[in-house]
């Protein structure tokens, strides 16, 4: 499967920004998503996932409460609103697809997110 992150850019603190991936293939509907983000010196980490059916989704302690990861398998999209935005936010965005929550089998480009103070 290939992915492609799109939506990213720069937004003052408290605003919002929705990022979508845009899966290929025909098996999109089978497999579970998520969002993990790196910022500048640090390791990736793990932001939202949602299985395969939408039906359960997960968040990193961080964003919970603050983003929301969604999906319409009829557009082979997966989304992630993100809403109150902090200056630690700011990171480049990967989708991520099959695997299990933290260790996910596919990555797409990453889109840059930057959060100003």
């Known amino acids: 499967v290939q992915l492609q992150a799109s939506g990213g850019g720069l937004v003052q603190a408290g605003g919002s920004l929705r990022l979508s991936c845009a899966a290929s293939?025909?098996?999109?509907?089978?497999?579970?998503m998520g969002w993990f983000r790196q910022a500048p010196g640090k390791e990736r980490e793990f932001v939202a996932f949602i299985v395969w059916s939408g039906s359960s989704t997960y968040y990193a302690d961080s964003v919970k409460s603050r983003f929301t990861i969604s999906r319409n398998n009829t557009k082979n999209t997966v989304y992630l609103q993100m809403n109150s935005l902090k200056p630690e936010d700011t990171a480049v965005y990967y989708c991520?697809?099959?695997?299990?929550?933290?260790?996910?089998?596919?990555w797409g480009k990453g889109t840059q997110v930057t959060v100003s103070s």
């Open positions: 293939g025909r098996t999109f509907r089978n497999y579970d």
């Open positions: 991520t697809a099959s695997g299990n929550v933290y260790d996910p089998d596919y």
